[in-house]
């Protein structure tokens, strides 16, 4: 997460780290115990941005869409609990701990 391509930067977010991960899984996955071969390129898809202004206001930019104010807030409260791997990965910690 370090690391920049200074040909085609990519921002430093979270999401890009996180699907750079799992890009970098399926390339390993793909080749194991076979000859090295070049992968196809890194595809950054872009989910959108969500940022809290303090308790009831926020920013999201989602899938092309802007909301601001409460509704943006509450958006940026449930959002991120509506993503199946960090829903189950949140469980399962919560569960074992």
């Known amino acids: 997460d370090c690391s920049a391509?200074?040909?085609?930067?990519?921002?430093a977010l979270a999401q890009v780290a996180e699907q750079q991960g799992a890009y970098l899984a399926q390339c390993l996955n793909a080749n194991a115990g076979k000859p090295?071969?070049?992968?196809?390129?890194?595809?950054?898809?872009?989910?959108?941005?969500?940022?809290?202004?303090?308790?009831?206001?926020?920013?999201?930019?989602?899938?092309?869409?802007g909301l601001t104010g409460w509704t943006a807030w509450f958006g940026w409260r449930t959002?991120?609990?509506?993503?199946?791997?960090?829903?189950?990965e949140n469980e399962t910690k919560q569960n074992q701990g």
């Open 36 to 65: 090295s071969s070049d992968p196809p390129a890194f595809q950054y898809r872009h989910m959108g941005s969500m940022v809290s202004l303090g308790t009831g206001s926020a920013v999201i930019e989602i899938f092309g869409k």
């Open 5 to 11: 391509n200074v040909d085609a930067p990519l921002p």
């Open 79 to 88: 959002l991120p609990l509506t993503d199946p791997v960090t829903s189950v």
